[in-house]
């Protein structure tokens, strides 16, 4: 083995290992390594270090992802400026035309992260595609390349120009929602959105389809709240992933719906989280995932985009139903929507929330959710939903 191999099997594992909690994939065999360390010489990447992903499905392959991309975005400037990141046991990830569609999901979401398209520069490659001049890896890569961008120091001497506002952000908390995430325990967390999500979801029937703040569904199966309180993109898109795989390997009756909540993220922007949102839903459509997931997402000042007015007077009353105390991911099982849908639809639903958000008004509404009490909402009666056959039934009287 030369000099320059040794030198790239040295740095495989210069990261902390990629967590394995969340996966049933089997260890990456060691000459998979030494496989890709060659390749890496061969390619003229000699100094680049090697990171061997075990995942077996794309969910997973995405989670080990931004897992590396996080860690070495955090470590720049210490150890290797470039990484190859290797998917030997991932079977969607044999066809090119999916590889290069994750590729593409990841050079979009480059846009959410911290460290992806500035500092870090990603490329890919694949076994059976144009290799740009390179031999043919033996597994697909995505290499990541450090580049260390200026820093304010640089422009602006020892002063940064945001602490001021940094500052007074975290003193004021961002706005209405964001001190009280910032001093909250996870379990004062967990605890405030138990309550929302007993009294809005569950007793206001928001979800007609949610029995409790434990089951939920069609057919009725458990719920759970996995909470990550990262900062940054790489992170949260991280352990969206890691429920993505979670909610595939779970029996439906066991785990039919996962609130993930992100108590630090985008706490203080809706319009961040929104940008969150939209990368998410476009990887379920340009994945192919569309048949197996779909989202919901909650936020503290979330704002309808229907066309109708949400930003002001009685019209904003409805924004409250996706209102929650916390910034939250709602990962859905698409047949069990789809069987809902069968029985309730889904503009019946949005139309009956709408009117029993406005019998308690938005005032009303702001102020619970600020003190983070629900009291106020005990003991009403609130207008049902109707059933699709109820609806066919009007629907012929009046014809």
Known sequence: MTPSLLAALSLAYSLPAIPRAATRASPPRLDAASDVAAWCVASE??????????????????????????????????????RAIAFPTCAEFVDPQQ????????????????????????????????????????????????????????????????????ARLGAEGGGDFGAAAARASEEEILAETH??????????????????????????????????RAEGAEAIYQAFWEQVEELALTDEKTLATVLLITPDFAQYSVDAYDALADSL??????????????????????????????MGGEGE???????????????????????????????????????????????????MLQARDWTGLEGRSWEPHPTRAKLETKARQNF
């Open 281 to 310: 839903g476009a990887a379920l459509v340009n994945l192919g995932l569309e048949k197996d997931l779909q989202l919901v997402f909650f936020h503290p000042e979330f704002t309808f985009r229907d066309g109708k007015e949400r």
């Open 99 to 166: 590889f290069t569609a994750v590729v593409d999901h990841i050079n979009a979401c480059s846009q959410m992260s911290e460290f992806l398209g500035d500092e870090l520069r990603m490329t890919a490659r694949h076994p059976a595609a144009d290799q740009g001049g390179d031999a043919a890896p033996p597994a697909p890569l995505l290499l990541l390349k450090s580049y260390q961008s200026a820093g304010f120091s640089d422009f602006f001497g020892d002063d940064d120009p945001f602490a001021a506002l940094e």
């Open 317 to 367: 009353a409805a924004n409250f139903a996706r209102r929650s105390p916390y910034p939250m991911i709602n990962l859905l099982r698409t047949p069990q929507v789809r069987d809902a849908q069968k029985g309730i639809p889904t503009g019946a639903v949005y139309d009956v929330n709408e009117r029993n958000m406005a019998t308690v008004g938005t005032e009303t509404l702001r102020e």
């Open 45 to 82: 990447r000699a100094d680049a270090a090697v990171t061997v992903s075990g995942a077996t499905t794309m969910a997973e392959a995405l989670r080990d992802f931004w897992y590396v991309a996080g860690a070495m975005g955090a470590s720049l400037g210490d150890g290797a400026a470039e």
């Open 195 to 228: 309550k929302w999500v007993q009294a809005v979801i569950v007793d206001m029937k928001v979800c007609p389809f949610s029995n409790g703040v434990h089951t939920a569904g069609v057919p009725m199966g458990g719920v759970t709240y996995p909470l990550s």
